[in-house]
């Protein structure tokens, strides 16, 4: 499946997954049937990769979405979609989440105007994301912003591209995530 995590490559006919949509080496064409496990398994690791966690943080996210009321799939959903790295690349400052982590790590980018260095921070409905004065003239950063208006902003957020800020105008709800994720699947992982 086409997760998107190589930036405008995934767009573009060199896409590896639009070449050759099967395992490499001598036995990839042929696929064995996934079943039960073997699917819910597949659908976390995807999840993992789209958003580029490893095991243990992901499972914290899973058990603080857990302690929340409401659905624990949509609430998931919501913890992962409110770390900053992810904000900062849906708001378009970044072509993918890897690279939207380490502009987050490196310094460039600002919460309500102060320094945030650590990408699993969470924002929160009213916070002020921005690109930091110095970082501004960083060629990937402009070019990223102009393709964030071809790609789109989530209702979610509002992008001023002129002064490179965002503001969360509220916290994600489960329409508003267009990924093609099965959370249910994840949450039966969890359970066993």
Excluded at 14 to 30: M, T
Excluded at 67 to 77: D, M, Q, S, W
Excluded at 149 to 178: M, Q
């Amino acid at each position: 499946m086409k997760l998107f995590l190589k930036g405008d490559r995934c767009f573009k006919d060199k896409c590896a997954i639009e070449r050759r949509n099967y395992p490499p080496g001598q036995h990839g064409r042929r696929r064995s049937k996934l079943l039960g496990y073997g699917i819910q398994l597949r659908e976390k690791q995807k999840v993992k990769r789209i958003y580029g966690l490893l095991e243990q943080p992901f499972r914290l996210t899973f058990q603080r979405a857990e302690r929340r009321k409401g659905i624990t799939g949509a609430n998931l959903l919501q913890e992962l979609e409110r770390r900053l790295d992810n904000v900062v690349y849906s708001l378009g400052f970044a072509a993918s989440r890897a690279q939207a982590r380490q502009l987050v790590r490196h310094g460039h980018v600002t919460v309500g105007g102060r320094k945030v260095t650590i990408p699993s921070y969470r924002v929160s409905k009213g916070h002020m994301i921005a690109i930091k004065e110095k970082s501004r003239s960083n060629e990937q950063i402009k070019a990223s912003v102009e393709t964030a208006r071809a790609r789109g902003v989530p209702n979610w957020l509002d992008l001023s591209p002129e002064t490179f800020s965002g503001t969360v105008l509220e916290l994600p709800s489960r329409e508003d995530i267009k990924l093609p994720i099965s959370e249910q699947l994840i949450v039966e992982l969890y359970s066993k």
